[in-house]
T-cell receptor
Framework: NAGVTQTPKFRVLKTGQSMTLLCAQDMNHEYMYWYRQDPGMGLRLIHYSVGEGTTAKGEVPDGYNVSRLKKQNFLLGLESAAPSQTSVYFC??????????????FGQGTRLTVV | KNEVEQSPQNLTAQEGEFITINCSYSVGISALHWLQQHPGGGIVSLFMLSSGKKKHGRLIATINIQEKHSSLHITASHPRDSAVYICAVRDSNYQLIWGAGTKLIIKP
């Protein structure tokens, strides 16, 4: 049971390049999330998914796209990277218990630098 | 005004001290999470609370739903407890709203 796995762990991109971050979970969770964390700020939600085939925008979705073709995978894409997207990206997953209580499990993070 | 506020923002203490980190929120919630972010960046979920109190080792978390307040306590603090502690609440739409974190440094 690996939990939540993010790949890659580090990446340096040039402005305008594209890339995809992969998040995989083996806990059969319905909910998956992508956050970014910037210095001095809390985590901000980029996009999330409440189930296979569904995605929704979070707080800071611009410049990102996501896909949830399989329940266990949640992909975050940057079509044309910008220096403002330099950040640490965290993926998380959760399940529903009873009346909406959820436990959150996090990946180790991806440190992305856009130059 | 942030919907989730933590205090203090920074805390430095000596090894062995009793530590308290506070979290106040202004929205209706279904649950509150305390998480720990290590200097290397990884995030670990410590507690999920909807009422009362939970204890795990030297960590204790309490929540008062009426006062919209939660506290995280660390007893017999140790340098390895040095980390950022984050409070996050889950609102009625199942979204997490994050506090800015409390950076804790425990000196030997």
């Amino acid at each position: 049971n690996a939990g939540v796995t993010q790949t890659p762990k580090f990446r340096v991109l040039k402005t305008g390049q594209s890339m995809t971050l992969l998040c995989a979970q083996d806990m059969n969770h319905e909910y998956m999330y992508w956050y970014r964390q910037d210095p001095g700020m809390g985590l901000r939600l980029i996009h999330y998914s409440v189930g296979e085939g569904t995605t929704a925008k979070g707080e800071v979705p611009d410049g990102y796209n996501v896909s949830r073709l399989k329940k266990q995978n949640f992909l975050l894409g940057l079509e044309s990277a910008a220096p403002s997207q330099t950040s640490v990206y965290f993926c998380a997953s959760s399940y529903i218990l009873g009346q909406g209580y959820t436990e959150a499990f996090f990946g180790q993070g991806t440190r992305l630098t856009v130059v | 005004k942030n919907e989730v506020e933590q205090s203090p923002q920074n805390l430095t203490a000596q090894e062995g001290e009793f530590i308290t980190i506070n979290c106040s929120y202004s929205v209706g919630i279904s649950a509150l999470h305390w998480l720990q972010q290590h200097p290397g960046g990884g995030i670990v979920s410590l507690f999920m609370l909807s009422s009362g109190k939970k204890k795990h080792g030297r960590l204790i978390a309490t929540i008062n739903i009426q006062e919209k307040h939660s506290s995280l306590h660390i007893t017999a603090s140790h340098p390895r407890d040095s980390a950022v502690y984050i409070c996050a609440v889950r609102d009625s739409n199942y979204q997490l709203i994050w506090g800015a974190g409390t950076k804790l440094i425990i000196k030997p």
